[in-house]
C-alpha cells in the first residue's frame, strides 16, 4: 500500500541552529501538505503546494521558515534558526488534488533545546 | 477565517458503549470534511470522508453524518473496543480548499 514518507522521524536539535524535514508523497499525488501540530493540538497548515506552485502559505513564519517542492514531487521543509516555541511534530499529507482526501506520513518529531 | 470546534475535548467509556463525537465549523461554505484518527506520537489515517453533497458515510462500525447548514458533523462509533482508544480529530475543506482542523477529542476505552 502507498504511503507518504517523512524523514527523520525524529531531531534533535539546539536553538539557532537550521533543520531540514523531508517529505515524499504518495506517487501521482499532485497536493502535497505541511503541518504543525503542537502537543494536544490540532495540526496548524503551514505551507500547501499544488505541483511545484505554492497554494497557502499564509501561517508560514516566513522569517524563519521555508519550503520548497522544486520538482513537483518530493518536498523539504527548512527551519533556520530554530527557537525552543518550534519543538512540534511536523506532519505532511499528500492528495491527488485540492480538496481530496489527504494521507499522512508518520510525522517528524522536533525537540529544539 | 473558518474555526473547528470538537466537543468533548475527552472521554473515558467503559468497552461496549456507542459513541458520538460532535465537530462543528462556522463556514458551511465547505467543500468536504474528513475524519481522522490519531495514535499517540503517530501520524493521522484518515477514517471517513463526507462530501459537502453528502449526508453520511459508513465504515464498518464508524458513521459520520455531515449537516451543512447547522454546520455540523457526528462520528459515530458502535460498540467501541480498546482498541478504538485513540485521538479524534475533524478537518475541514473550505471553499478555497484550505484545510482546517480542530483540536480532537481524546478518547479511552478501558476493558
Known amino acids: 500500500e502507498a504511503e507518504v514518507a517523512q524523514s527523520p522521524r525524529y531531531k534533535i536539535t539546539e536553538k539557532s541552529q537550521a533543520v531540514a524535514f523531508w517529505c515524499d508523497p504518495i506517487?501521482?499525488?499532485?497536493?502535497l501538505y505541511w503541518y504543525r501540530q503542537i502537543l494536544g493540538q490540532g495540526p496548524e497548515l503551514l505551507v500547501q503546494?499544488?505541483?511545484?506552485?505554492?497554494?497557502?502559505d499564509s501561517q508560514l513564519p516566513k522569517d524563519r521558515f521555508s519550503a520548497e517542492r522544486l520538482k513537483g514531487v518530493d518536498s523539504t521543509l527548512k527551519i533556520q534558526p530554530a527557537e525552543l516555541g518550534d519543538s512540534a511534530m511536523y506532519l505532511c499529507?499528500?492528495?491527488?488534488?485540492?480538496?481530496?482526501?489527504?494521507?499522512f506520513g508518520p510525522g517528524t518529531r522536533l525537540t529544539v533545546t | 477565517k473558518q474555526e473547528v470546534t470538537q466537543i468533548p475535548a475527552a472521554l473515558s467509556v467503559p468497552e461496549g458503549e456507542n459513541l458520538v463525537l460532535n465537530c462543528s465549523f462556522t463556514d458551511s461554505a465547505i467543500y468536504n470534511l474528513q475524519w481522522f484518527r490519531q495514535d499517540p506520537g503517530k501520524g493521522l489515517t484518515s477514517l471517513l470522508l463526507?462530501?459537502?453533497?453528502?449526508r453520511e458515510q459508513t465504515s464498518g462500525r464508524l458513521n459520520a453524518s455531515l449537516d451543512k447548514s447547522s454546520g455540523r458533523s457526528t462520528l459515530y462509533i458502535a460498540a467501541s473496543q480498546p482498541g478504538d482508544s485513540a485521538t479524534y480529530l475533524c478537518a475541514v475543506n473550505g471553499g478555497s480548499y484550505i484545510p482546517t482542523f480542530g483540536r480532537g477529542t481524546s478518547l479511552i476505552v478501558h476493558p
Open positions: 506517487s501521482g499525488h499532485a497536493t
Open positions: 463526507i462530501q459537502s453533497s453528502q
Open positions: 499529507a499528500s492528495s491527488v488534488g485540492t480538496g481530496w482526501e489527504q494521507y
Open positions: 503546494f499544488q505541483d511545484e506552485s505554492v497554494v497557502d
